[in-house]
């Protein structure tokens, strides 16, 4: 679920509902990145308030028995990515890559093309080298590393390229898509 935005009300919103993994938007710097995994881990590798809300079945999970199982259980399966969009989110992206507790980074191409000076221009070397080093980043660290692309074939150059996975497309587009197909027959 994308949130929006790295508030600790946002964060906490989305994995109190239930959310399995989290992509933030917006993420500026290394201690903004570090305050997100404050915020959506538990002890030991953040501080996450516990409550027993729906993301813990009100209580009547069987781990609950042992707290510190459950910890470390939610700490493995809540996926944490931080979005590259930004100017400070790249220039800084080994040491967000690197942070216990982020899981991978999301890029999003078309802020981060804006970012780059060059709004939209995804076949430029830097926003290639950007790209670039986004992955390098995350093999490094051994994190995932997501993209956002509007096509298949968008999203197979990406794969080639080492992105393990994609955002395809967006809800309403398919939508809108749809509807002119129906339109058209």
């Known amino acids: 679920m994308r949130v929006r ?16 993994g989290i992509i933030i938007p917006d993420v500026q710097s290394v201690e903004e990145a570090r305050r997100l995994v404050e915020y959506a881990k538990y ?3 953040g501080a996450r308030g516990f409550a ?4 813990a079945k009100y209580g009547f999970l069987p781990e609950l028995k042992q ?21 400070g989110a790249l220039e800084h992206i080994e ?10 980074i999301f890029v999003g191409p078309y802020d981060l093309s804006v970012a780059l000076g060059a709004p939209a221009r995804f076949a430029t070397p830097r926003f290639a080298e950007a790209l670039g080093r986004v992955i390098a980043a995350c093999r490094a660290s051994g994190k995932l590393a997501f993209i956002y692309a509007n096509t298949m074939p968008e999203a197979r150059a990406y794969f080639a390229q080492g992105y393990q ?5 967006t809800d309403t587009a398919f939508l ?3 509807i002119q197909g129906m339109l058209q027959a």
């Open 5 to 20: 935005d790295s508030s600790r009300a946002a964060v906490l919103h989305a994995l109190d509902l239930g959310a399995r």
């Open 43 to 45: 002890y030991p590798l």
């Open 52 to 55: 027993f809300s729906r993301s």
């Open 67 to 87: 707290i510190g199982d459950y910890f470390t259980a939610t700490n493995q399966r809540t996926i944490l990515m931080p979005q590259c969009e930004t100017a």
């Open 95 to 104: 040491e967000i890559a690197a942070l216990d507790g982020i899981d991978g």
């Open 165 to 169: 996975g994609a955002a395809i497309g």
């Open 176 to 178: 809108v898509k749809a």
